[in-house]
T-cell receptor, first 111, second 116 residues
Framework: DAKTTQPPSMDCAEGRAANLPCNHSTISGNEYVYWYRQIHSQGPQYIIHGLKNNETNEMASLIITEDRKSSTLILPHATLRDTAVYYCIVRVAGTGNQFYFGTGTSLTVIP | GAVVSQHPSRVICKSGTSVKIECRSLDFQATTMFWYRQFPKQSLMLMATSNEGSKATYEQGVEKDKFLINHASLTLSTLTVTSAHPEDSSFYIC????????????FGQGTRLTVV
């Protein structure tokens, strides 16, 4: 069962930072926060994940609050190709543990 | 990132026939693979967890006799939709994780099934 809450949709101007919030107030101490995105009619694409420290990679940054009850995915310079549905998922680490998807946020990058 | 490949990407079948979808991890071994179904404008719904060498674990409400899952090797899992009907038309997606802790899952490109 999804344990996250995300806004259903957001717009962002091309070239600006896109900040996508996620609430996970019932997260457990051993659960990680994962972010994926899905472009229409494709499989989800992994973006980033973290436990409690902020994380950054070539795609995005993940900011997790100190109490771990919420997080924000930051796309620093949004492009039109970043238009997609973004999913925030909490999950206990381990390859046998499932990823349950919520409804996600539909991000539209506007020219 | 790691590559997970599904085949076919698109299939049309007649009502009452069976369809097999393959999911392969191309550059890593996957003890566990997952199968999802996605209807238009909806999120991904987990159908089952596929474990290499053992029976799959199905989510509540998913018919195990209709959606047969086989995970015969560390790089291949198959989903067979048996006696397909139009309501089984959907986007089917698999995913796999490497056999280590704290790892992300990689998703296939999905299979669009249309039952006519």
């Amino acid at each position: 069962d999804a344990k996250t809450t995300q806004p259903p949709s957001m717009d962002c101007a091309e070239g600006r930072a896109a900040n996508l919030p996620c609430n996970h107030s019932t997260i457990s101490g051993n659960e990680y926060v994962y972010w994926y995105r899905q472009i229409h009619s494709q499989g989800p694409q992994y973006i980033i994940h973290g436990l409690k420290n902020n994380e950054t990679n070539e795609m995005a940054s993940l900011i997790i609050t100190e109490d771990r009850k919420s997080s924000t995915l930051i796309l620093p310079h949004a492009t039109l190709r970043d238009t997609a549905v973004y999913y925030c998922i909490v999950r206990v680490a381990g390859t046998g543990n499932q990823f349950y998807f919520g409804t996600g946020t539909s991000l539209t990058v506007i020219p | 990132g790691a590559v997970v490949s599904q085949h076919p990407s698109r299939v049309i079948c007649k009502s009452g026939t069976s369809v097999k979808i393959e999911c392969r991890s191309l550059d890593f071994q996957a003890t566990t693979m997952f199968w999802y179904r996605q209807f238009p404008k909806q999120s991904l719904m987990l159908m089952a967890t596929s474990n290499e060498g053992s029976k799959a674990t199905y989510e509540q409400g998913v018919e195990k006799d209709k959606f047969l899952i086989n995970h015969a090797s560390l790089t291949l899992s198959t989903l067979t939709v048996t006696s397909a009907h139009p309501e089984d038309s959907s986007f089917y997606i698999c995913s796999a994780s490497r056999t280590v802790m704290n790892t992300e899952a990689f998703f296939g490109q999905g299979t669009r099934l249309t039952v006519v």
